[in-house]
Structure formats: structure tokens, C-alpha cells
């Protein structure tokens, strides 16, 4: 079993150090990692592990049966041995990217049920880029404008966001009807790690986000299209602020 480190709140940590407890042929599980694994609409982080001898590029991470290996492409020496320490470096500007994005999403999401209606049905965040589908909704051009528009408006006020774990029946009660779908979290999971926009918006969600909403920038809604019968994809883009 590998310690998600990061959780619930030090998804800003890229340096760490940690132990080898097994090894594939292009893989490396360790006791703990800050890496993320792809979920959510996450994608994995990416970065390097370094130990006596060896030194590889982490070019994927992905959870296995509550493993997480971390796929690896040697630089130099042979996979580590088992018991091996290493150290890990994440991506720091990809990561933060990562985290301004993923918040990013939160605020859209909250502005969209808030003022539409509509939920969340899926999304996907890059570094550079991100997608939200929503349902039921059907935008035109003035609803993205309010929606940029209520999104900025919210990111300038610099709400704290909190990130922490709460029992299971504290979040059922207080996450609001449309804002997550708690149904496909197995009841086995709990407490529930959340993330609170302080009074703006509540989400149970295990990815990586920033502290404050000013680091997230601007977001602006570059694109939107239809993906099936009552159902909008909103596009979007950060700039600095």
C-alpha cells in the first residue's frame, strides 16, 4: 500500500524522499509518493526519481489495487533495489499549472450550478487547457460571457481554500444537490477528502489545488460545444493575473 503523501494537504510539496518496496521492468512502487496518480480528470504528474547509482524519468503514475507505480524511464544504472531510498522531484510548473487548473474547474462548476442549474457531468484539465461538460445546459454566446465574467469575479475575492478529510456523513449533508456525484464514490471510502472554497463552494475531490483562489489568474472560456442532447462542453484557458 502506497501513502498518498500529498493528502490531504500538501499537494505544493515537489521534493521528497522515500523508500523502494518493489520494482517491474519499467516500473517503481514506493512507500510514499507526492506524485499524482491520474483520476479525476487529473492527469498524472510528471518528474524524475533519483537513488545510489540510478536515476530515472518518471513519465506516468497510475494507482493498482492501492499500489501506486510509478512508470519509469532509466537515465542511468539499474532499477533500484528494494529497500533503496530515493528521491523524488515533481514537475514543479507543471504542477502548478495543475493546481490552478484543477481549482479553476471548482470555481466554473460552482458559477455554472449556481446560476444555471446544471451539473457537472465530466471534465478533463490539462496544463494548458481544460474542459467541463455540464447537464442539463445549452449556452449561448452571453451565458459563457456571464459565466467568464461570474468565474473572475469570484477567483479576484482570493477565497482560502481548504483542503482537508471529513467524516463521510458530514459531506453527504453538507455538499449541495447537482455539485458532486457521490454516488460513485464506494461507500467504503471514508472519511472523504474535500476541497472547501471558503463560503463559495464545497467538493469532495482528491486532486491537486492551490491555497488561495489569486493564484488560479484569469480564466478565460475559449470554446464551447454540444456533446449529445441537453448536455454543453465549456473549453478554457488561464492567464496570469
Not at 531510498?85 to 449556481?114: K, N
Not at 453538507?174 to 460513485?184: H, K
Not at 471514508?190 to 483562489?213: K, M
Request: contains cysteine; proline residues 4%; aromatic residues 4%.
Amino acid at each position: 500500500m502506497t501513502d498518498l503523501r500529498y493528502l490531504p494537504d500538501a499537494d505544493d510539496v515537489t521534493t521528497f524522499t522515500a523508500t523502494v518496496t518493489g520494482t517491474t521492468q519499467d516500473s517503481v512502487i514506493l512507500d510514499g509518493t507526492y506524485f499524482y496518480p491520474e483520476g479525476g480528470g487529473q492527469p498524472a504528474d510528471c518528474g524524475s526519481l533519483e537513488w545510489d547509482g540510478g536515476s530515472a524519468e518518471v513519465t506516468d503514475v497510475r494507482k493498482d489495487h492501492g499500489e501506486v507505480r510509478h512508470e519509469i524511464d532509466l537515465r542511468e544504472g539499474d532499477l533500484p533495489a528494494e529497500g533503496a531510498t530515493v528521491e523524488g522531484r515533481i514537475d514543479e510548473t507543471r504542477r502548478r499549472q495543475l493546481r490552478r487548473m484543477h481549482t479553476a474547474q471548482h470555481v466554473v462548476s460552482r458559477v455554472v450550478l449556481e446560476e444555471y442549474g446544471a451539473r457537472t457531468a465530466g471534465n478533463r484539465i490539462y496544463p494548458d487547457r481544460s474542459r467541463i461538460d455540464f447537464e442539463p445546459a445549452s449556452f449561448d454566446d452571453d451565458d459563457l460571457a456571464r459565466i467568464e465574467r461570474r468565474s473572475n469575479e469570484a477567483i479576484d475575492r482570493d477565497l482560502a481554500v481548504v483542503k482537508e478529510n471529513r467524516p463521510r456523513a458530514t459531506v453527504e449533508a453538507a455538499v449541495d444537490e447537482g455539485r458532486a456525484l457521490l454516488d460513485l464514490i464506494p461507500e467504503s471510502v471514508d472519511p472523504l477528502r474535500v476541497v472547501e472554497i471558503e463560503g463559495f463552494d464545497l467538493c469532495p475531490c482528491g486532486g491537486t489545488h492551490v491555497s488561495r483562489l489569486g493564484e488560479i489568474g484569469r480564466v478565460n472560456v475559449t470554446d464551447h460545444a454540444s456533446k449529445g442532447e441537453d448536455v454543453d462542453r465549456i473549453e478554457f484557458e488561464l492567464a496570469d493575473a
